[in-house]
């Protein structure tokens, strides 16, 4: 299986901040990544798809980027709402795998 | 608009058996694979399995922790995705979600998730 390594595991930020996360994968991925975010109680949502596309209805200020194996998701001006645990996940190969997720909290 | 609704989780003793559902609507069910990811309390997402569609004959996948023990069906004239859970293990306490593999082949909407308890 792939492994993913997502960092950091918890990342403390204000409203208006720039923030990124990174992701690395064991092989090479061939694009194939997308990342999500998680709310309690919520249906989790994509953001990023195949490293860098917006999924639809995204806000811009969520960017992906990367290849190979080393993966970014920014966030460049930070929300209120944006306060969520984010997950990088790699649909290369079975087993889909996940990283480690990223808790974004409110400094 | 899409939805994915899941049900029939619960509480379940070591060893018991449980039967988790997915209602789809607002797309035309037959064309998707789907998938089930579960979260552990306290723990980062792990992917159940994958059911495709009839085009690549209802092929499934499992991951590693579940394979031979959970089963993934679907019945498109119901627009519904299952989840057999046997031998459950309290390990397999976790929210289940059910999710679409969209056109782009990633996943493209989820639900909300249902809670399986195993003790």
């Known amino acids: 299986d792939i492994q993913m390594t997502q960092s950091p595991a918890t990342l403390s930020a204000s409203v208006g901040d720039r923030v990124t996360i990174t992701c690395r994968a064991s092989q090479n991925l061939n694009g194939w990544l997308a990342w999500h975010q998680l709310k309690p109680g919520k249906a989790p949502k994509v953001l990023i798809y195949k490293a860098s596309s917006l999924e639809s209805g995204v806000p811009s200020r969520f960017s992906g980027s990367g290849s190979g194996t080393e993966f970014t998701l920014t966030i460049s001006s930070l929300q209120p709402d944006d306060f969520a645990t984010y997950y990088c996940q790699q649909y290369n190969s079975y087993s889909l795998t996940f990283g480690q997720g990223t808790r974004l909290e409110i400094k | 608009e899409v939805q994915l609704v899941e049900s029939g989780g619960g509480l379940v003793q070591p060893g018991g058996s449980l039967r988790l559902s997915c209602a789809a609507s607002?797309?035309?069910?037959?064309?998707?694979?789907m998938d089930w990811v579960r979260q552990a309390p306290g723990k980062g997402l792990e992917w159940v399995g994958r059911?495709?569609?009839?085009?690549?004959?209802?092929?499934?996948y499992y991951g590693a922790s579940v394979k031979g023990r959970f089963t993934i069906s679907r019945d498109d004239s119901k627009n519904s995705l299952y989840l057999q859970m046997n031998s459950l293990e309290t390990e397999d306490t976790a929210v289940y979600y059910c999710?679409?593999?969209?056109?782009?082949?990633?996943?493209?909407?989820w639900g909300q998730g249902n809670l399986v308890t195993v003790s």
């Open positions: 059911v495709k569609d009839r085009a690549s004959n209802y092929a499934t």
């Open positions: 999710a679409r593999r969209g056109p782009n082949l990633h996943w493209d909407y």
């Open positions: 607002g797309f035309t069910f037959s064309d998707h694979s």
